[in-house]
């Protein structure tokens, strides 16, 4: 076991895949009963139960129908996850802009193999029908549509994104919806609507460097909650946050979380919504990841659970359809008019051509479609890209499964510094996201996220192979 504290039922689950991967359980043996090891270990069926059920998610056993759970014949015990690390519970200014920009600049070179970078490639995005719904929407602009769509967007647009939450069962405010620059401004927009500076914002641990700029430019100060790479953001801890100090927001990713790819469950972020309502904090959740869904329906967002206005979702079409074209929005409940504010005393509007081209496809393009493809693509690839890391990483490397997005995050032996590896991986034209990058005290220091998303390019075989030889030099 590593220094984290884990709950009664992550432990439960981490003992028996331990016993699973030294073969004391053997593949087609049966767990015990849920009721010996309720008394074996002295905890509750719910607590087995939620162990067996995250140890079935991880495919280290299979449930049979009114038999139990038996452990899964794999040729070879798949690497171990990595494990949520309890951050110190103390705010922390946030400096990491300087270490990004270094990063960032290293990687733009169009001859290194990008598994630093956050895109997935531009072969699976379809700019040729983007590009024809937007000659087709601006030949068709009426000029009163220009002024029309300041300052929250264009009608059009904001009509399409609001019948795809209603899909989804969510009934947004006609007023709710802003569409902005990106997710990227909807989320400083949110964040600067619901906090003053020195305020006091929860992010995860590890978390998106984008989200530490945030903070770091509106002078906000960050407090760091666990972050399961399985079930996301740590309740218990949290729930212990917030009746210690009194926090202005949180900024959370629920759906394929950057950098883990954690997925929490609906029942946690319905739980999560409800614990954030009680103590009338305001969740700011980042869903650009949200469509890229391994499964067969989106996963519902936290905003799904919001009764009270409380959650301001933000996402954007950068991930999923349209990089490059800058399109993003914040659903942004109760705040929506303080947001709206914001938007026009700092940019006015965003620009209207990619707006019209997204409202045309949206109607015309086959959005769905295309969903489908990217999703099977990135999957596939997900799991070529897991299977080299099981051969070629050193002993002892942690890896995720997540069950969408384009991201593993490793944890390596100890003794790996990844900033080294990354600097010498860089020297061989291999970029990667250094684990220092994703928390304000760098504490992810022998940890790496790679971006797994370019089906198709052999060089990022060769490069992980690479990666992986590199890291067992240490
Ligand atoms: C979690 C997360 N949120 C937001 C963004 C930014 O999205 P956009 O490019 O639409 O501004 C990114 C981009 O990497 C991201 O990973």
């Given at each position: 076991m590593s220094e984290t504290t884990l709950n009664r039922y992550q432990q439960l689950a981490e003992d028996i895949a331990?016993?699973?991967?030294?073969?004391?359980?053997?593949?087609?043996?049966?767990?015990?009963?849920?009721?010996?090891?309720?008394?074996?270990?002295?905890?509750?069926?719910?607590?087995?139960?939620?162990?067996?059920?995250?140890?079935?998610?991880?495919?280290?056993?299979?449930?049979?129908?009114?038999?139990?759970?038996?452990?899964?014949?794999?040729?070879?015990?798949?690497?171990?996850?990595?494990?949520?690390?309890?951050?110190?519970?103390?705010?922390?200014?946030?400096?990491?802009s300087e270490l990004v920009f270094d990063l960032l600049e290293s990687t733009r070179d169009g001859d290194v193999v990008p598994l630093g970078s956050a895109f997935p490639a531009a072969h699976l995005f379809p700019f040729d029908t983007l590009a024809r719904c937007g000659a087709r929407a601006m030949r068709r602009l009426a000029p009163a549509r220009i002024t029309g769509a300041l300052t929250a967007g264009d009608e059009g647009l904001r009509h399409g994104l609001r019948r795809r939450y209603a899909l989804q069962g969510i009934a947004l405010a006609e007023n709710e919806l802003i569409v902005t620059h990106g997710a990227m401004e909807a989320l400083?927009?949110?964040?600067?609507?619901?906090?003053?500076?020195?305020?006091?914002v929860v992010v995860e641990s590890p978390t998106f460097y984008a989200a530490l700029h945030a903070l770091e430019r509106l002078h906000l100060r960050a407090v760091e909650v666990a972050t399961d790479p399985r079930d996301g953001v740590d309740l218990d801890a949290l729930a212990g946050l917030l009746s210690r100090q009194r926090v202005a927001a949180c900024w959370f990713m629920p759906?394929?979380?950057?950098?883990?790819?954690?997925?929490?469950?609906?029942?946690?972020?319905?739980?999560?919504?409800?614990?954030?309502?009680?103590?009338?904090?305001?969740?700011?959740?980042?869903?650009?990841?949200?469509?890229?869904?391994?499964?067969?329906?989106?996963?519902?967002?936290?905003?799904?659970?919001?009764?009270?206005?409380?959650?301001?979702?933000?996402?954007?079409f950068s991930k999923c359809l349209a990089p490059g074209y800058r399109v993003g929005w914040a659903a942004a409940g109760r705040y929506?008019?303080?947001?709206?504010?914001?938007?026009?005393?700092?940019?006015?509007?965003?620009?209207?051509?990619?707006?019209?081209?997204?409202?045309?496809?949206?109607?015309?393009?086959?959005?769905?479609?295309?969903?489908?493809?990217?999703?099977?693509?990135?999957?596939?690839?997900?799991?070529?890209?897991?299977?080299?890391?099981?051969?070629?990483?050193?002993?002892?490397?942690r890896v995720t499964r997540p069950q969408g997005?384009?991201?593993?995050?490793?944890?390596?032996?100890?003794?790996?510094?990844?900033?080294?590896?990354?600097?010498?991986?860089?020297?061989?034209?291999?970029s990667t996201a250094p684990g220092a990058l994703f928390s304000a005290d760098r504490r992810f220091t022998h940890h790496l996220r790679l971006n797994v998303g370019h089906p198709g390019d052999r060089r990022f075989d060769a490069a992980l192979r690479r990666l992986g030889e590199l890291a067992h030099a240490g």
């Open positions: 331990d016993g699973i991967r030294a073969g004391a359980l053997r593949p087609g043996e049966r767990l015990p009963s849920v009721r010996q090891t309720c008394a074996q270990r002295g905890v509750s069926p719910s607590t087995v139960f939620q162990a067996y059920a995250r140890l079935e998610s991880q495919g280290l056993v299979e449930a049979r129908p009114r038999s139990g759970y038996y452990v899964r014949a794999t040729r070879r015990a798949p690497r171990a996850e990595p494990q949520a690390a309890p951050p110190r519970d103390e705010a922390t200014p946030v400096a990491v400083n927009l949110c964040l600067q609507a619901v906090t003053q500076p020195g305020d006091l759906s394929f979380q950057n950098p883990l790819g954690a997925l929490m469950p609906p029942l946690r972020k319905q739980a999560l919504v409800e614990l954030l309502a009680r103590h009338r904090v305001p969740l700011i959740e980042d869903d650009v990841y949200g469509e890229l869904h391994d499964g067969a329906r989106r996963p519902p967002p936290a905003k799904a659970f919001d009764r009270e206005g409380g959650v301001l979702h933000c996402s954007s929506a008019p303080a947001v709206t504010r914001l938007k026009m005393m700092s940019s006015l509007a965003t620009a209207l051509p990619p707006q019209l081209a997204l409202a045309d496809y949206l109607d015309h393009g086959g959005y769905d479609r295309h969903l489908r493809r990217l999703r099977e693509a990135l999957a596939a690839q997900r799991q070529r890209a897991l299977r080299l890391v099981e051969r070629c990483f050193p002993p002892g490397t997005g384009y991201f593993l995050w490793l944890e390596l032996p100890k003794g790996v510094d990844a900033l080294a590896l990354h600097q010498r991986a860089m020297a061989e034209g291999i």
